[in-house]
Structures are given as structure tokens and as C-alpha cells.
T-cell receptor, first 114, second 115 residues
Framework: AQTVTQSQPEMSVQEAETVTLSCTYD???????LFWYKQPPSRQMILVIR??????QNATENRFSVNFQKAAKSFSLKISDSQLGDTAMYFC???????????FGTGTRLKVLA | NAGVMQNPRHLVRRRGQEARLRCSPM?????VYWYRQLPEEGLKFMVY????????ESGMPKERFSAEFPKEGPSILRIQQVVRGDSAAYFC?????????????FGPGTRLTVT
């Protein structure tokens, strides 16, 4: 079965610094997608960044970028120039191409300190 | 284009009562998915519906839970005779099609508290 593991329950970072959140996954599929979602206290699930497994280039969205290591099944999220508004739970998720069940990790609670 | 709408945002029920959670997908989306998030956990798939059809309910508890997505109106997740363990956040997501990319758009969730 597919699994997604986030081994860091909590992290903190100083404002303006850079932080990296870890995620590993396990799948036997060759085509899949990986996502990072942000869940602020409002509980809204906000898509931060998306990566297609067939693309070798790491996805980037402004201050957010990923380090996708397909062979190692690793998908970490780097947040540069951290802002107070980045304080939230961050969930890593996978989705096998042709299916519809997102598999979520247990989340990392990130706190950005002023 | 309005996003996925869920209501109510917060729902409090006493043990034994019924809970009805509503989800209106994004305009043009005909596929709806329900997920449950227990405290301190990630979201877990419950059920996938298309208009008037349940496609996959493998994540739904066998008893007391049901879901529908009628031809007209929102999708409903119904929990009968709620128990304390049903306290969770319930998220609805929708997508315009069910093949290939499959990106789902999530609603704001309904937080159910059973007292």
C-alpha cells in the first residue's frame, strides 16, 4: 500500500530564514503526483506546490521549492525567507496517476518566530 | 469562480444525534470526494461520488455513515447516531474529471464536535 511519512511533527524557524520540511513516500507505481498542502489555523487546505513524478525538474513557486529525489522516494519542501504567515501545518500527499485517493502524511507543524 | 463550499463550518451534536454535512463543488465539477481528518492526523479518504452515483466508498465506516450526491443540490455526508469518536474535521474536495491529472480542490472543512 502507498504510504507517506513525515518524520518531523514540529519545526520552528526564525522569520526571514530558510527551513526544509521532509517527506518520504512509498509506491510501486511509476506515474504519480506529489503535493505539499498548507493548513493554517482556519483549517483550509491550501495547495502550496505540486510535482509530477515524470518531471525531473524540481517544482518552484515563489519562496517555495521542492527537492524531489525519485530514486530515494523523497520529496522535501524548502521555504525561503520565511514569513509569519507561513505558520501552519504542512501536509505532504501523493496521488497515483489514474486514481483519486490522495494519501496524506501526518503533517509537520511549522512555527515561524518573529 | 467560487471555490468548494462546505456548510456548516462548525457543527456540534450530542451523542446519538444525526449530523448532516453539505458540500457544493466548484462550478463545472461533477466529482466529489470526502475526507476525514482526526485530531493530529492527516486527511483520510472516505468516499468518491459522481452525480447520483457512489463510485468508491471503501473509506467509509460500514455503519452509521452514508453519502449522496443528487442530481440537483449539494453532496451530503450523513452520520447517524454520532459518537464521540466521530469528532473530526470533514473535508470535501471536487474535480472536473476523474482521469489523468485528478487534482482535487478542497473546501474549508466542517468541524464536527460530538459532546
Amino acid at each position: 500500500a502507498q504510504t507517506v511519512t513525515q518524520s518531523q511533527p514540529e519545526m520552528s524557524v526564525q522569520e526571514a530564514e530558510t527551513v526544509t520540511l521532509s517527506c518520504t513516500y512509498d509506491t510501486s507505481e511509476s506515474n504519480y503526483y506529489l503535493f505539499w498542502y498548507k493548513q493554517p489555523p482556519s483549517r483550509q487546505m491550501i495547495l502550496v506546490i505540486r510535482q509530477e513524478a515524470y518531471k525531473q525538474q524540481n517544482a518552484t513557486e515563489n519562496r517555495f521549492s521542492v527537492n524531489f529525489q525519485k530514486a530515494a522516494k523523497s520529496f522535501s519542501l524548502k521555504i525561503s525567507d520565511s514569513q509569519l504567515g507561513d505558520t501552519a501545518m504542512y501536509f505532504c500527499a501523493s496521488l497515483t496517476s489514474g486514481t483519486y485517493k490522495y494519501i496524506f502524511g501526518t503533517g509537520t507543524r511549522l512555527k515561524v518566530l518573529a | 469562480n467560487a471555490g468548494v463550499m462546505q456548510n456548516p463550518r462548525h457543527l456540534v451534536r450530542r451523542r446519538g444525534q444525526e449530523a448532516r454535512l453539505r458540500c457544493s463543488p466548484m462550478k463545472g465539477h461533477s466529482h466529489v470526494y470526502w475526507y476525514r481528518q482526526l485530531p493530529e492526523e492527516g486527511l483520510k479518504f472516505m468516499v468518491y461520488l459522481q452525480k447520483e452515483n457512489i463510485i468508491d466508498e471503501s473509506g467509509m465506516p460500514k455503519e452509521r455513515f452514508s453519502a449522496e450526491f443528487p442530481k440537483e443540490g449539494p453532496s451530503i455526508l450523513r452520520i447517524q447516531q454520532v459518537v464521540r469518536g466521530d469528532s473530526a474535521a470533514y473535508f470535501c474536495a471536487s474535480s472536473p474529471f476523474s482521469a489523468q491529472r485528478r487534482e482535487q480542490y478542497f473546501g474549508p472543512g466542517t468541524r464536527l464536535t460530538v459532546t
